[in-house]
């Protein structure tokens, strides 16, 4: 985006990471030293600064869903459901990328 295409209040999306959010500032920080200067948007969804032409508008901040995740009476549940062997049984078929 170019300067003066966005304003605090936009939505925009920052297409690297998909990261979406409110601007809540522009900032215009100088170029010093080894950094890259220019005008910068902060996001209301993570507080991280954007460079604004990195980022392109959004019709809307969708709401992240987080798959696979259990209320912790889900989890004493399924806990309570496993016995030793099965436990046992997971650990000794560990593959793929941490197995050591």
Known sequence: MKEGEIAVGDIV????TGTTGRVIALEN????????GGIYATLDS??????????????AVAEKKVH????????LRRAE????????????????VGAG
């Open 13 to 16: 999306r920052y297409p690297n």
């Open 81 to 96: 459901d496993m016995n030793a062997k099965d436990i046992s049984d997971a650990f000794d078929n560990v593959n793929g």
């Open 46 to 59: 993570t507080g991280l600064r954007y460079r604004i032409d990195t980022l392109i508008r959004a019709d």
């Open 29 to 36: 920080i100088p170029p010093e030293g080894t950094g890259v």
């Open 68 to 75: 696979g995740e259990f209320s912790d009476l889900d989890r």
